[in-house]
């Protein structure tokens, strides 16, 4: 009854995706034009996309000019049609001379894993790897405490204001007061009240030392929802070409972070790959790789091999690391009466560990290690939901709960240290019990930022998960939580490709939005205006641009009404 | 940047649908049994979609069974595999006998539009037109307040319970209170709840004399959310095939009604077709039918060509009007500062018309002899919202509120004619603001049923509109909304096509069962829990079967993974 291209093969795949990256150029959307917002530094430079608009024509045959409307890029290089571009000597090292400048890091020795071939790809990457001098700390954390604003502090004021203070404030148009939840997000965010919200734990920058490419951005719940975007491959899918590819697809269609959640072979270059050519911040799960090293026996996973692999993907620039410190062993057992046991992978992992040994989780019984790592390279803890609900049923659990209080405990220790955290969240929750899960996390993790996947309002729609999660995301977003991980159509059922990214992030920068609107972002709503006045008057190309995708709106235009103007409802 | 096939042309589509309904065959979902529901009568037997699972297989090698899980089914005797189906004869006629047994009918005389030619189709429809006698009232709500229960009642509350009496009431599993904002569904639905909810209001069952081939339901917010389906076709687009394609293919994907919305040639045929092949109810907006009439001119429309419309719709057998009756002449200069103005097509016409004579609507000036139609044919009125927001922007503003207000009026007026009535809703509306929706439509309509378009919770998505206003209608659905009118990715841009009303009604059932389980409906979370179960237990056929589109489940399994099972998550 449902009609399915056939997929290409792998082969076909990985050819595309070589195709793709080799010849990448910047390229923006119709009618858009890269634009750079300049603070008070001549080296602060923050990309916007300006959506150029027609002229109103009034009866009387007089016109009347649009603005262009400023929107909120993430794309990096690859949207800057004068950007020179190769993959192979990945993207400029826009934040290294700040880093250097202020002179609290070294060259770090080289350890084994600086040696693993990357020039069977014939990369030319040029990364010297950085870290904290000794005694010192280099989170943005520790210099918000201090009363510094960092040169990425400034370029996020400049960036969340999406040149609002450019363009006009007033549209003319209605807008809404929101009903916030207790988020303030004032008119006109400044670096000082950026510095003011890391130094209070909630918001974070995460920006490893060792990933200059990166174009700084916040997640807190006093700025604009943001949105993580999942890739990654497998032992049975996918290239590093392809990953490169969904990566650089992922960027342009909105993605403020991607997490690398590559296995199997390979696992370290993929990494090298993605860092080197992303210009959002990257975050990992580190036990993946860890469990690799042992060749996926967890009774070998120990605190050592784990350590190893904390130090070698912050030495390549990981941002942002989820470890789920919080599975705690006396927690396995809440999980027995459940539906769907433990789906988060690391949760599992950690338990099945804990269970081998009947001992406490080597994560939290090391966890100050881990934050001293961390300070020393500006990594940011996402403390993982292990025991995060997979179904429905399984929903707002004492299993999941007790794991909540835990992380609200590993808050405070990294904050000793000056590590920035968010707080991970599920999963599958219906509609009714999501926002206890907001009041909750508030409330045991001390407003630190949350990050939740969807949450999926029911289970019964594999195939359109980006969807039954999205709803979840627009909810949660609302409520407060800062960033929303992106679930695809293929969620539950195998890896999504380049289409299913572009599906998973179309469907949460909806749910973003809709959460930025509610909340009452001061700017939010200038782009939903915008577009409802262009369709008003018929002025559909100006519609088309204005839309999260110009392409589709167009072509299913198009494909009913040909070129010709029609009616609009 | 984006792919889309080249669309068939619209000689191809139609040759498609031709050879689409000329060879119908009654057809299940996979794994799937029809089933019948027996209750006290022998005439009554409600359909149900019985989905066949695997054992359990555990570790011991032993096996226990899982037990078929019934869903309730929309799809009429095209969901029966033993059904001999012809789209020229039409669908069998179900409820003759229940209408001519209460003696209260008596057949129609022949006004001139029986004679419309319907012959070049070749079809071989029996429909002899009745309407009520002399004195008589024949609507479902006048039985109910006479504290009749009529078979249509014991139908759906039997359909209702979807055969959860005789399925384990209890699978187990944990399953959550809802939070129903007032609403109060019973564990056990009998037919006297199904009477009472009818003779308060809180309810309505569209069930023309003239369209016995309807299956009952009913809509009202103790009851399953419902979900409704546009079709309809243009003088640009589409045929009568489509048309009854799209019907067919609506209620296979979950339509609990469809409206028509055909304009152009051939409405009456269009509409013909439709309702002697429809087991679901079918709405329509008449004013449509009217301006075809009078040529587009709305000058011409007056109160006779209108009420001639309703006669000549009421003998076909639509089940329930939407009519723009609330649209008075003084709300129109509240849409003066709106950034869309006037969105509803319906709502347009009436304005322009009162804005043309300077008189008030005749729709409003003749409510009562609508009524005194309606409840000679038992056609429930949809009382439509004309001026409902077409913006974010102007959600929730004064002419919509003040439209509601007389919808409440009206509502009142209705119901001393004994006919049924709901009230259609907005929109656009961004997530703060729909619970005051349903809030000021429960207090200023008196608990009729509400009926909600989206809402879209934002206006930057055209392309995938059913994807923002999905988010709308699940939030609307739990807050109380009876029964959500879907919206395809194609709305703004275009008319659905075939895979468009899929696309629509999948999301629209994910949002009506997202909120059946936020409200705590006692049955809903078993197909959850009986497809977390599955999925827990890797039996991946069963996880397909009980979703939504097993076709799409298993194309993207088999896509990444191939036909061999891995893991969940």
Redesign the interface.
């Known amino acids: ?2 009609e ?2 056939h ?1 290409l093969s792998k082969r076909e795949q990985r050819a595309r995706a070589q195709a793709y990256i080799s010849q990448l150029q910047g ?1 923006t959307f119709p009618n858009s034009v890269r634009r750079y917002l300049h603070g008070e530094r001549a080296d602060i430079k923050v990309p916007v996309r300006s959506i150029q608009l027609h002229p109103t024509k009034h009866k009387d045959g007089s016109l009347s000019d649009n603005p262009p409307l400023n929107v909120y890029d993430t794309s990096g290089p690859y949207g800057d049609p004068a950007q020179q571009l190769d993959v192979l000597k990945g993207l400029p090292k826009l934040r290294l001379d700040w880093i250097t400048t202020r002179n609290d890091v070294e060259a770090s020795p080289v350890p084994p894993f600086h040696e693993i071939a990357l020039d069977e790809w014939h990369t030319e990457f040029s990364h010297q790897p950085l870290r904290a001098k000794a005694g010192k700390t280099v989170t943005q954390l520790h210099y918000a405490r201090a009363g510094i604003i960092t040169p990425e502090m400034e370029y996020i004021a400049l960036r969340e204001n999406m040149g609002r203070t450019e363009q006009a404030q007033d549209d003319g ?4 007061s ?2 916030s939840f207790g988020a303030r997000t004032p008119k006109v965010i400044t670096a000082e009240f950026v510095r003011q919200e890391v130094a209070a734990g909630r918001a974070i920058i995460p920006a490893n030392i060792n990933h200059p490419e990166a174009e700084p951005m916040i997640i807190g719940r006093n700025f604009k929802v943001k949105v993580n975007a999942n890739i990654g491959n497998s032992s ?2 996918s290239s590093i070409e392809e990953e490169v590819e969904k990566l650089v697809w992922a960027t ?1 269609w909105g993605a403020d972070t991607v997490m690398d959640l590559s296995t199997g072979r390979r696992i370290h270059q993929t990494r090298e790959w993605i860092l080197r050519n992303s210009p959002v911040p990257i975050g990992t799960v580190p036990i993946y790789q860890a469990l690799e090293k042992v060749k996926g026996d967890v009774s070998q996973l120990n605190w050592q091999v784990y350590k190893d692999t904390l130090l070698e993907q912050a030495e390549q620039g990981v941002d942002y690391f989820t470890i789920h410190a919080g599975v705690l062993k006396e927690y396995v057992a809440l999980t027995a ?1 459940r ?3 433990i ?3 690391g949760g599992a992992i950690m338990a099945q560990w804990c269970r081998i040994y009947n001992q406490q989780s080597f994560l939290y019984d090391h966890f100050e290690e881990i934050c001293q790592l961390c300070a020393a390279y500006d990594i940011s803890l996402s403390l993982g939901d292990g025991l995060r609900p ?8 004492e299993a999941q709960f007790a794991e909540l209080r835990t992380l609200g405990e590993l808050t405070k220790i990294a904050w000793r240290y000056d590590v920035q955290v968010m707080i991970e969240g599920p999963g ?1 929750v ?4 999501i926002e206890e899960n907001m009041t909750e996390q508030l409330k045991h993790c001390h407003e630190a930022p949350f990050y939740t996947l969807g949450p999926l ?8 998960d ?3 999660s ?2 979840g995301a ?2 949660i977003g ?1 409520y407060g939580c800062a960033m929303l991980c992106y679930v695809t ?2 969620e ?4 999504p ?1 380049k289409e299913d990214v ?1 599906q998973g992030l ?2 949460y ?3 973003a ?3 930025d ?4 972002h001061p700017a939010a ?1 200038l ?3 915008a ?3 262009a ?2 008057e018929f002025r559909w190309v100006d ?2 641009n ?4 110009p ?3 167009k ?3 198009d ?3 040909g070129h010709e103007g ?4």
Chains 1, 2 share one sequence.
């Open positions: 009854m449902s399915h291209q997929p390229e148009m209605r807008r809404h929101g009903n049975v899918t342009r009466k539906v769907t046991g789906v988060s992978r997979g179904s429905i049923a399984d929903a707002n659990d599958h219906p509609m009714q019990l309002t029911t289970d019964i729609a594999p195939g359109y980006h969807i039954t999205g709803i627009a909810m609302w159509p293929k539950h059922l195998g890896l490709n572009k179309i469907a920068t909806i749910a939005h809709a959460a609107l509610a909340k009452g709503q782009r939903d205006n577009l409802s006045k369709r008003y519609q088309y204005l839309a999260l995708d392409f589709t709106a072509a299913y235009h494909e009913t009404l029609a009616d609009t409802e």
